[in-house]
């Protein structure tokens, strides 16, 4: 796979999972480098000019979103993030709360007081990352985020949490390995079902970016392809809805 945006190999160790933004067991962390790739393609077959609206349906623990609101924060309008388990949507809480002035203060003292307690070489190097992140933002205006619990396969269940269209979906989907599908779509179809769910969201020219397994059909007959490419054990496909 050619990167075509995210070209240059540079140094994401501030971004590294657990070490400022948050993380625990059995929540997988998206590549930073691919999850900007992915958003600045995204962006591209959207052709929209000014900031965009991003959301994830089967976010986890946001840590791609967060990732995405510090290194592209001028192209974002508001990101949401929704997930079946609660749990999940805790930590992404936690993880988009980063974006704000509050929040990574909040997380950039809890750094320091682990520092000064334990002083490990660690501890030293993520309050770095973590000044280093805040100076990214600090002259970032407010970036409005949205979590909420949400079966993404369920008739409704996504439309009546998001006030208004999305442009941008952009999900890494259950693996069934670290995650798998849950809610009523488990057994049969569950990308289908996803994507017949994602319709209501949708504008005309919205896009949508899904990373699934090399195996795994990411199609609906409501959908057109736009390019596809493999990274790994990931294959992510671009999608736009049918003109009527």
């Not at 970032?140 to 008739?155: G, I, R, S, Y």
């Not at 990308?191 to 005309?204: G, K, N, S, Y």
Request: aromatic fraction near 10%; glycine fraction near 6%; charged fraction near 20%.
């Amino acid at each position: 796979m050619a990167y075509r945006f995210a070209t240059e190999k540079e140094d994401y160790s501030d971004f590294a999972s657990g070490q400022v933004f948050y993380s625990a067991p059995g929540w997988p962390a998206f590549p930073v480098r691919l999850a900007s790739e992915v958003f600045q393609r995204g962006l591209a077959l959207l052709d929209k000019s000014g900031p965009v609206s991003l959301y994830d349906p089967c976010c986890g623990s946001a840590y791609h979103l967060a990732v995405l609101g510090v290194l592209h924060h001028a192209q974002l309008a508001s990101i949401s993030a929704s997930d079946i388990d609660r749990a999940s949507v805790k930590m992404a809480t936690r993880n988009l709360s980063l974006l704000t002035p509050e929040g990574l203060t909040e997380r950039r003292q809890a750094i320091a007081a682990d520092w000064q307690q334990f002083g490990k070489p660690s501890h030293r190097a993520a309050l770095d990352s973590a000044n280093r992140i805040a100076q990214q933002l600090a002259e970032a205006p407010p970036l409005p985020t949205h979590c909420f619990v949400a079966d993404a396969t369920k008739p409704g269940a996504v439309a009546a949490a998001l006030p208004q269209p999305v442009d941008l979906v952009f999900s890494d989907l259950p693996y069934g390995q670290l995650t798998s599908w849950q809610g009523q779509a488990r057994y049969n179809k569950p990308i289908w079902h996803l994507l017949e769910q994602m319709q209501a969201v949708l504008h005309t020219q919205s896009v949508v970016a899904l990373a699934a397994t090399k195996g795994e059909v990411v199609e609906h007959e409501g959908f057109r392809q736009y390019g596809r490419f493999r990274h790994g054990k990931r294959l992510i496909t671009f999608l736009k809805r049918m003109q009527s």
